[in-house]
């Protein structure tokens, strides 16, 4: 693939950038509500973003809930869903799993619960919007809730876990890190990092239990971090935090199973530091996907086989700080933003909708400890 400069880059971004708006209606100049989890007192914070200039602007604390590690949207928007990494709620040693109305850019109480356990990283809304699970790292559980309304029920089921891994200072006990919902919404999947598995259920959409029904089990030390599923809707990306893979997996609709394909080595041949890989992205169109990897800093871009899945490399990009959480795509799908967690900031880059290609130089706005990057 040719190597654009940084002249040609922006020539072709700009040359996309009408089909690629109107693909949300966001019209030039209009701002955005963003909130961002941030891992301080304050919780999310709220931003507005203007796509046409790519400007990030604070407005304001958006709801005062400690360590929001993870937030989420039901399917239509009408609530938000947020993981509180505390070490104790309501009086138990668990995090806080909260939901809140949003009403014109702001954010409203809803119902708060008690997780199964300590370090709530993560949470997930299946594609009803009916259940939501939630993962415990530290306490290396998982739980589920009904969702009425916007409202958390009770825990419904929960699992707390117990195999460790290999790796002494990371798996020394189970570490549940993520959970998401096949394609079809019949099937959960928790990442578990210290087990270097993926736990398997059935999902009941109605009643927000799940039943056993498999797992996928990673190389040894590899440390399952996320899941995301392709637009094919049979090809899924586990992305391994201790080793800094991805194992590109075939998703069975027959029975929830996953299956390895082929695994990715993310680091430069010549990096031999600490490595933790992190997040992944795809667009829309399934054309592209993005990793991002810590410690090294980086994002690395990939041109993807919409049928299949497969992934041929394009390269290598700043994340423009240190430790990057998270990260995604604007509506527009021409901007990259970045919760680089340890360096305080969100990095913006352009984006090339047509090739994929990042620009290695972007801006940077001030966020305390980022963690999760939401667009209204």
């Known amino acids: 693939m040719k190597n ?13 950038t009408l089909t690629a708006a109107a693909t949300r209606s966001l019209a030039a100049g ?13 919780g999310i914070l709220a931003f507005d973003w203007n ?4 400007e990030l602007t604070a407005a304001g604390v958006a709801a005062k809930i400690a360590n929001a590690d993870w937030v989420t949207f039901s399917p239509g928007r009408e609530f938000l869903f947020v993981a509180s990494e505390v070490e104790s709620f309501n009086g138990k040693p668990t995090g806080e799993v909260a939901s809140f109305r949003v009403n014109k850019g702001a954010l409203e109480p809803v119902s708060a619960r008690n997780s199964a356990s300590k370090g709530t990283c993560h949470v997930a809304l299946d594609h009803s ?26 825990i419904v089921w929960t699992e707390h876990y117990t195999i460790p891994g290999p790796v002494n200072d990371r798996q020394d006990s189970a570490h549940a890190h993520f959970a998401s919902f096949s394609p079809d919404n ?61 194992d590109v997996l075939r998703w069975s609709r027959a029975d929830g199973s996953l299956t390895l394909v082929t695994r990715i080595d993310l680091l430069p041949a010549d ?27 980086f994002l690395y871009a990939f041109k993807a086989d919409v049928k299949t899945g ?57 966020v305390p400890a980022p963690m999760c990057i939401l667009f209204l």
Request: glycine share 10%; aromatic share 8%; with cysteine.
């Open 4 to 16: 654009l400069n940084r002249r040609d880059f922006l020539l072709t971004a700009s040359a996309a």
């Open 30 to 42: 209009r701002t955005q509500r963003v909130f961002i989890g941030s891992n301080k007192p304050d």
């Open 51 to 54: 796509p046409a200039t790519a």
């Open 129 to 154: 919007g009916r259940v939501l699970v939630a993962a415990d790292f530290g306490g290396g559980s998982a739980s589920s809730f009904l969702v009425k309304d916007g409202a958390l029920s009770e």
């Open 186 to 246: 019949r099937y959960a999947y928790v990442n578990d990092l210290g087990a270097n598995m993926i736990h398997i259920y059935r999902l009941d959409a109605a009643t927000a239990q799940l039943t056993p029904a498999g797992e996928y089990k990673a190389r040894p030390g590899a440390g399952c971090r996320t899941l995301h599923f392709h637009p094919n809707g049979v090809t899924a990306y586990c992305m391994n935090e201790l080793d800094s893979t991805v």
């Open 271 to 297: 990096y031999h530091g600490p490595t933790r890989a992190c997040d992944t992205v795809i667009p829309r169109d399934g054309r592209h996907v993005y990793f991002a990897n810590r410690d090294d800093n």
């Open 310 to 366: 497969a992934l041929t490399p394009i390269g290598r990009t700043s994340c423009g700080g240190k430790t990057p959480r998270n990260f995604g795509l604007d509506p527009t799908e021409r901007w990259m933003l970045v919760a680089n967690q340890d360096s305080d900031n969100v990095s913006v880059f352009a984006r090339n909708p047509v090739t994929g290609v990042l620009a290695n130089e972007g801006k940077s706005f001030p």
